[in-house]
């Protein structure tokens, strides 16, 4: 099945057999939000200029969730920074409803459980594993030296600025990782694009990072 580079960085940061996350939803959820607006940059529906973003063609990509934040970065019609959209485009909706497409494809099942038979859980663990050993065999061939196309390059690149390759590939060279994050291995619109959104999801994580730690 098609899956969108959000879903695959889903499906990555959970474990396959328990379905839980790997790392926190404060560094996951601005990395699927940044996975959205870095999936908009690659199909050419949105660009950087003087370090903003702008959308250079509104004409849907046939993804519901693509095409809404599409539609919503048109309507708002403005050039907004790479931080600005991440932290709009990202939360724990999304978060769910990727999730729940990603089970009503008979990928992933969901599980509901109580910790403590108090509070409500869910688990996600894999129902057909394929899928994410596809996304698994591209990223393995990259960080082992293989060229990267663009769509591998990308995900790459977002698991690193949310420190999820650290959990999902913990035996991958460090170096090699941040060659493929920072490299340039799409036109140079594109790359320079993504490349700001990765910072924003960086920068996003790290905030909401520091205001949980003061308000807990």
Same mark, same amino acid.
């Given at each position: ?11 990555? $940061? @959970?474990?396959?057999?328990? &379905? =839980? ?6 560094q ?6 940044? #996975? *959205? ?5 690659? #199909? ?14 509104p ?6 969730e ?10 708002? &019609?403005? $050039? ?15 978060r769910?409803?990727?999730?729940a !497409? ?10 509901r ?31 082992a ?14 698991? @690193? ?5 650290? =959990?999902?590939?913990? &035996?991958?060279?460090?170096? !090699?990782v941040?060659? *493929? ?7 140079q619109?594109?790359? =320079? ?8 999801i960086? $920068?996003?994580a ?8 003061t308000?807990?």
């Amino acid at each position: 099945m098609t899956v969108t580079i959000a879903e695959e960085l889903l499906l990555l $940061a @959970h474990d396959e057999e328990a &379905g =839980k996350q790997l790392i926190g939803g404060v560094q996951l959820d601005p990395a699927l939000g940044g #996975a *959205i607006l870095a999936e908009l940059a690659a #199909a050419g529906r949105v660009e950087l200029a003087d370090d903003k973003v702008t959308v250079t063609d509104p004409t849907p990509l046939g993804d519901a969730e693509l095409d809404a934040a599409l539609a919503r970065m048109a309507e708002d &019609g403005k $050039a907004r920074k790479p931080a600005w959209w991440v932290q709009r485009l990202q939360s724990d909706k999304l978060r769910r409803r990727l999730l729940a !497409r990603l089970a009503e494809a008979g990928v992933l099942a969901e599980e509901r459980g109580r910790v403590l038979g108090i509070f409500p859980t869910t688990r996600w663990p894999e129902s057909d594993p394929q899928v994410e050993a596809d996304v698994r065999e591209r990223v393995t061939a990259v960080l082992a030296g293989a060229d990267p196309d663009e769509r591998t390059a990308t995900l790459i690149a977002i698991m @690193h600025a949310a420190k999820l390759d650290r =959990k999902a590939f913990p &035996g991958a060279d460090r170096e !090699r990782v941040k060659e *493929i994050a920072e490299g340039e291995w799409a036109g140079q619109a594109v790359a =320079k694009t993504i490349t700001a959104i990765t910072a924003a999801i960086a $920068a996003t994580a790290s905030t909401a990072a520091v205001v949980a730690a003061t308000t807990t």
